[in-house]
T-cell receptor
Framework: ETGVTQSPTHLIKTRGQQVTLRCSSQ?????VSWYQQALGQGPQFIFQ???????GRGNFPPRFSGLQFPNYSSELNVNALELDDSALYLC?????????????FGDGTRLSIL | AQKITQTQPGMFVQEKEAVTLDCTYD???????LFWYKQPSSGEMIFLIY??????QNATEGRYSLNFQKARKSANLVISASQLGDSAMYFC?????????????FGTGTLLAVQP
């Protein structure tokens, strides 16, 4: 069973730039959720993708956007990067309709904004 | 609004001792799930244990058990026979079973340090 994989592991960008983070879901999982974890905080829900459409969104501005592909992998795009976007970005996959099953997380992408 | 509270920023425990990490939650939904995750310094979130709101028995998973007190809205994690490798951040999270998104709401975490 292949787990959740994220790329890249680390990324350094400057303010105003754009970034794309990638996530491959665990085999058999059809739903991908993205979380932002600032230093010393718990993860905050950004959005979720199911059937290639956004299936719920947290309190994040529109410059955070995403995609899901037919193979269930996903991208997180952030435009006009700000210093506060520096964080660990976690991707989690799950099976829609099975809320008692855990979301499985990748190792995350550490994004630093200079 | 749903909320998870973890009041212990950090905890120490001696190797081979048991430790309890506190978690209280707030929700008006009758159907929900509670999860505990472990996050080592490397960053990955590792699922430990799950408790459903309608489960009659407290969940157990190896050395992990969940002390679920529904009336008090608490879901404390108990780690028995602590090991050095248990040193990590521990997060309590809740998922609303009735919503379409089933997003996880996390607490702020507890940093556990196991001492030899």
């Amino acid at each position: 069973e292949t787990g959740v994989t994220q790329s890249p592991t680390h990324l350094i960008k400057t303010r105003g730039q754009q970034v794309t983070l990638r996530c491959s879901s665990q085999s058999g999982h059809n739903t991908v959720s993205w979380y932002q974890q600032a230093l010393g905080q718990g993860p905050q829900f950004i959005f979720q993708y199911y059937r290639e459409e956004e299936n719920g969104r947290g309190n994040f501005p529109p410059r955070f956007s995403g995609l899901q592909f037919p193979n269930y992998s996903s991208e997180l795009n952030v435009n006009a990067l700000e210093l506060d976007d520096s964080a660990l970005y976690l991707c989690a996959s799950s099976v829609q309709g099975l809320p008692n099953q855990p979301q499985h997380f990748g190792d995350g992408t550490r994004l630093s904004i200079l | 609004a749903q909320k998870i509270t973890q009041t212990q920023p950090g905890m120490f425990v001696q190797e081979k001792e048991a430790v309890t990490l506190d978690c209280t939650y707030d929700t008006s939904d009758p159907s929900y799930g509670l999860f505990w995750y472990k996050q080592p310094s490397s960053g990955e979130m590792i699922f430990l244990i799950y408790q459903g709101s309608y489960d009659q028995q407290n969940a157990t998973e190896g050395r992990y058990s969940l002390n679920f007190q529904k009336a008090r809205k608490s879901a404390n994690l108990v780690i028995s026979a602590s090991q050095l490798g248990d040193s990590a951040m521990y997060f309590c999270a809740m998922r609303d079973h009735g919503g379409a998104t089933n997003k996880l709401i996390f607490g702020t975490g507890t940093l556990l340090a196991v001492q030899p």
